[in-house]
Nanobody, 114 residues
Framework: VQLQASGGGLVQPGGSLRLSCVVS????????IGWFRQASGKEREGVSC????????YYADSVKGRFTISRDNAKRRVYLQMNSLKPEDTAVYYC????????WGQGTQVTVSS
């Protein structure tokens, strides 16, 4: 099982980024997969995720209305479209899938700063 996240970077407040997670080693279609983030000095927190039936089950209150999770099973990718970014969105973002255990990608840094 492998997950590789990309798409992070430096963006000004109010800007947008799209994160991408390419996966291998499991069937994406019916997997519970999503995005977490960890800001410096804070615990890792869930951002958004799909349940094992492919439905979206969760958005953190702090990102509702600004972030959108999506998936392309054919391309084996999960995306996180992030709009109206705020400085408090600054964190390392991780792709996660829950199979027999949790698997994590390597993370991609998102920095929101002017």
């Amino acid at each position: 099982v492998q997950l590789q996240a990309s798409g992070g970077g430096l963006v000004q407040p109010g800007g947008s980024l799209r994160l991408s997670c390419v996966v291998s080693g499991f069937t994406l279609d019916d997997s519970a997969i999503g995005w977490f983030r960890q800001a410096s000095g804070k615990e890792r927190e869930g951002v958004s995720c799909f349940n094992s039936r492919g439905g979206i089950t969760y958005y953190a209150d702090s990102v509702k209305g600004r972030f959108t999770i999506s998936r392309d099973n054919a391309k084996r990718r999960v995306y996180l479209q992030m709009n109206s970014l705020k400085p408090e969105d600054t964190a390392v973002y991780y792709c996660n899938v829950r199979l027999s255990r949790n698997y994590w990608g390597q993370g991609t840094q998102v920095t929101v700063s002017s």
